[in-house]
């Protein structure tokens, strides 16, 4: 008798440790999964930022490709001798 309820004890424990490490590696794999997933999001934004600023840049160059240049208010030297 009590033999018999020992090792149905015993088979109880195993089967809630085997039932919490079930549950535990169930939100151990959501938990992967999330962080896979947050990842990929923060590459993608920084994919966008770089490619944002990419356009800008682009934007930048022919703007000032359009813009007339202003003369230069420096001084010109040719052979060491400044030209008016």
Partial sequence: MIRDAQCSEKSSIRKE???EE???DDEMEV?????????EEIARKRKNERMIG???IM????HNEQVPRLPSTRPRF???????
């Fill in 59 to 62: 934007d930048q160059i022919k």
């Fill in 78 to 84: 040719v052979s060491g001798r400044r030209v008016t």
């Fill in 22 to 24: 079930k549950r535990l």
């Fill in 54 to 56: 990419a356009m800008m």
């Fill in 17 to 19: 440790v085997g039932a």
């Fill in 31 to 39: 938990d992967r999964v999330n962080a896979i997933r947050i990842e």
